[in-house]
């Protein structure tokens, strides 16, 4: 299973250093990490993105400590109130007097979770499948390639519906799972016409002649090649699964009462969203926030990734 | 060619006829087609009885598979189990979403290419920066919200200098007159809609276009055109954004279905009567065989797509040969 044809391992000093040493030159090795690193942490948008999303997720998580009132906490003297400082209802107060900032607080709590399961399911499943399509082609391929077409057949948001009223409405992780197996589709496609066009390629050849086996061929050779696609596409996938599934809550076929949902407050706020303007922009901006620091940051990592792009 | 598209169309029919399975067992077993006929006042149980024979609801789910596609092919999916033929409201509506979501998927394209385009020959300048906010923004927003937003805003527009620029709901006023004043009654009416529709997709667009233009701006051959001499704008042109379409393609034809999906949620909001309404007020009143003839209508709707994604795929990359 040898083969000559390697990647340097990812701390590896790139090019042999020792030599310049010898003839008295101080040198600094430059790792594939550091140039990652040196890329990202110059990609403005991006490294002010995750300080956002670090914000936003933490206070999310820690919606039980940060939040002033309980999620359905009732104080009917307060009902219908704009934001104010008085009593620290900062996004104002429902038609029953819920203090809105910790709706939203725990509302965000739910979105994130579910988002970064079906992030992690799907992507995995794409992968995999994606390039064991591309890899072998022939029947193989036409086979995961129909089962793609037929998931994208029936479009996802009308499955969900039917899939709700199968396994039980209103749970965030069984609609995660359910997100999951609908949305690795296009990350196998991605990676399947990426390793459609990568087999061809001469490091594959070469790989090959050397008795790589398709397993090594597959995950060491072509998947580094592949990785910023599918990176990028993960983090559109949280994005994507934040906002599917705020969609699906605001309908009313998602996560239900008493599971907290941004999606489900922006219906609830619907009614009144002429007079009272916090019901439903609050929620919106919330979600908006977290999936514009998702993409940037994906942005950023896709920009940092790609090593064939000259250095910087 | 030829061949292959007779191949592939071919291979729709297995596809086509397990989501038809699936839609059909999914959904029949999911509810009790009767519940909401048994709820109405003044249902006698000879209506019932009659809607049980039409339907063969007393057999068992494999016979009334069959009995459904029968029906399907030969009846244009027949009735509703209140007896409204579901073929009238089902083209209706398929024709105002098709407006809406070509319309919307055109002007995306034309919109998205260019701007991605021009944001990776110039990467990282303020014209990239700026397209990458307004995109991303696109991106990161709820249609749903989106839509609602829309609406306050255009309808405290109105409110506030007493003109109508565009409507918020509806797909036509009351009296929306004959030939140009119908079209431009129609399009206020639209111009929401789409623009909801269209800012997601231009996002869309315009950031796998910058993505894959930067791919190919740093292929080999790009370079080896640079060092023969060929100037910039013939090496974008013509090697570059050539290839660089590809996978918008393909990403195009895929995101039909999906834009189609969004449509469900868009037309809720803006009272469109399209497929997404259909669908939502079919689901509403429990009616499963519309609920199965709008799944089976966009199945095939997105059926096509693909495989027309896979011609446009072969005739832009001239490697991909079809036997």
Redesign the interface.
């Known amino acids: 299973m040898s083969s000559d044809i390697r990647h340097p391992p990812p701390d590896a000093p790139l090019g042999d250093t020792a030599e310049l040493e010898r003839e008295g030159l101080s040198v600094t090795p430059v790792t594939q990490w550091m140039l990652f690193r040196r890329r990202f942490v110059r990609h403005k ?1 991006a490294m002010f993105s995750l300080a956002v999303l670090l914000l936003v997720v933490a206070a999310a998580l820690f919606a039980e400590q940060i939040a002033p009132y309980a999620f359905d906490e009732i104080d009917l003297r307060n009902r219908s109130r704009a934001p104010t400082l008085d009593g620290w209802h900062i996004l104002g107060t429902d038609k029953i007097g819920r203090d809105y900032f910790s709706r939203v607080l725990f509302g965000a709590r739910t979105s994130v979770r579910v988002a970064f399961t079906v992030a992690v399911l799907s992507t995995t499943i794409g992968t995999v499948v994606g390039a064991v399509a591309g890899y072998y082609r022939g029947w193989v391929d036409d086979l995961l390639m ?1 089962l793609v ?2 998931i ?7 499955v969900l ?2 899939a709700a ?2 396994l039980g409405r209103g749970s965030p992780m069984r609609v995660a799972v359910i997100l999951a197996l609908l949305l690795w589709t ?1 990350i196998a ?2 990676v399947r ?1 990426q390793y459609l066009s990568l087999r061809e390629k001469e490091f594959v050849e070469a790989a090959r002649a050397s008795g790589a086996g398709d397993a090594r061929i597959i995950f060491r050779h072509m998947l580094p090649n592949t990785l910023s ?1 599918i990176i ?1 596409n993960a983090t ?1 996938v949280v ?1 994507l699964a934040i ?1 599917l599934e ?2 699906l809550s ?2 009313g076929f998602g996560i239900q009462p008493p599971n907290p949902a941004l ?1 489900k407050l ?1 219906a609830d706020g ?1 009614g009144s ?2 007079t009272q ?1 916090w019901l ?2 609050m929620p ?1 901006l919330v ?2 926030a ?3 620091s ?3 940051i994906g ?1 950023g990592l ?1 920009d940092a990734l ?1 090593p ?3 250095r910087r | 060619m030829l061949t292959y598209v007779a191949r592939r169309l071919l ?1 729709s029919i ?3 006829a ?2 038809s399975v ?2 059909f067992f ?2 029949a077993s ?2 009790d087609p009767l519940a909401e006929l048994r709820l109405k006042p003044g249902v006698s149980q000879i209506t019932i009885d009659n809607v049980i024979e039409r339907k063969h609801l007393d057999e068992p789910l494999p016979q009334r598979y069959g009995y459904w596609v029968r029906e399907a092919v030969t009846d244009r999916f027949g009735e509703t189990v209140f007896g409204r033929p579901i073929w009238p409201d089902l083209t209706r509506a398929l024709k105002n979403t098709m407006q809406l979501v070509l319309v919307a998927e055109v002007l995306s394209l034309l919109i998205g290419v260019p701007i991605g385009i021009l944001s990776a020959r110039r990467q990282y300048s303020l014209f990239d ?1 700026s397209a ?2 307004v995109s ?2 696109g ?7 989106f839509a ?2 829309l ?2 805003v255009f ?2 527009l109105y409110r506030a200098t007493g003109t109508r620029l565009f409507y918020t709901s509806g797909l036509s006023s009351v009296d929306p007159g004959t030939g140009l004043a119908f079209l431009l009654d129609r399009m206020q009416h639209l111009a929401l809609p789409i623009i909801a529709i269209a800012y997601i997709n231009v996002a869309l667009y315009s950031r796998y276009m910058r ?1 894959s233009m ?2 190919t701006l ?1 292929a080999d051959y790009v370079r080896t055109a640079r060092a023969k001499g060929v100037r910039e704008g013939t090496v974008t042109r013509r090697h570059a954004v050539r290839n660089a379409l590809i ?1 918008i393609a ?1 990403l195009a034809a ?1 995101n039909f ?2 834009t ?2 969004g449509a ?2 868009t037309e ?1 909001i803006f009272s469109l009567d399209g497929m997404g309404l259909f ?2 007020r079919a ?1 509403g009143a429990r009616e499963v065989y519309s609920v199965m003839a ?2 089976m209508i ?2 095939i709707i ?2 096509v797509a ?1 495989l027309v994604a896979d011609m446009v795929y072969g005739l832009l990359d001239p490697r991909i040969r079809y036997e």
Request: aromatic content about 14%.
């Open positions: 948008l129909r077409d037929f994208l057949a029936v479009p996802f948001l009308a519906l039917v009223a199968y296009n496609r991605v016409g696609p990028v559109l994005a906002l705020s969609t605001f309908l999606g922006i619907q969203m002429l303007w439903v922009t919106g979600i908006v977290i999936c514009l998702i993409n940037f942005d896709r790609d064939t792009q000259p | 291979f297995p596809v086509l397990l989501a699936v839609v999914g959904v999911v509810g920066y990458t906010v991303f923004l991106y990161s927003i709820p249609i749903f919200w609602l937003i609406q306050v309808t405290n993505a930067l791919e740093h996978p393909t895929i279905g999906a189609f999906g469900i949620v809720s669908f939502l689901l709008f799944l966009t199945s997105v059926v693909n």
